[in-house]
């Protein structure tokens, strides 16, 4: 098991900035923000690993989300959030107990309540070159190309977050946090 992200993973991942409203007009991009925990995803050369944004290791305490990184090309990596739903709704405590110091209950938690890893940024592509100084524009494409290839065989386990340019589906967003939602990212295409 690797000790820290590998060369190509930009590390620590971008944090967002909170801001009082979503800033608006051409060339904003919306995301939800997810109520879950934040995870880097790779393949570094056959070794899997998901990263919390701390860098502490995270695979051992979600081991569905294996067979994903399995999936991946070796020197990729995908960043995204780790969620669990429940009855319709994302249900943080499911996911702070998972944080448990026995490999057991670990299992029998991810088998009862399997976690989701929603995916909004391609952060090296297949052949292992980091996209972190790409536009979010070309990134996105990229993350949508790549999810299109590399993971029709992922079940449910792997799902894009959406994104929207539309300010009043990202302010609907911003009004039904609570339910799974923190809230909204407001990302620039060009950056």
């Known amino acids: 098991m690797a000790d820290a992200p590998g060369p190509n993973v930009p590390f620590p991942p971008m944090e967002a900035e909170l801001v009082s409203e979503l800033p608006a007009g051409a060339g904003w991009r919306y995301e939800p923000k997810w109520d879950g925990f934040r ?3 790779e393949n570094d050369g ?3 690993a998901l990263w919390s944004r701390n860098g502490r290791p995270l695979l051992r305490y979600f081991p569905e989300l294996r067979p994903l990184g399995e999936l991946m090309p070796k020197g990729s990596a995908l960043d995204g959030e780790i969620v669990i739903a429940r009855g319709g709704a994302l249900d943080f405590d499911a996911m702070q107990i998972r944080l448990h110091p026995a490999e ?5 938690l991810a088998a009862e309540t399997p976690a989701i890893y929603l995916v909004f940024d391609l952060l090296a592509d297949e052949s292992g070159r980091s996209l972190v100084g790409e536009p979010w524009t070309k990134r996105r494409a990229a993350l949508e190309r790549f999810a299109q290839r590399e993971f ?3 079940k ?9 340019t539309d300010l009043s589906a990202a302010q609907d ?6 339910g799974g939602l923190d809230g909204v990212i407001a990302k620039r295409a060009d950056l």
């Open 39 to 41: 995870g880097v995803l």
């Open 173 to 178: 967003w911003l009004a039904s946090a609570g």
């Open 152 to 154: 029709p065989a992922a």
């Open 46 to 48: 056959g070794e899997l």
């Open 104 to 108: 057991s209950r670990v299992r029998k």
């Open 156 to 164: 449910g386990r792997l799902r894009l977050s959406p994104a929207t």
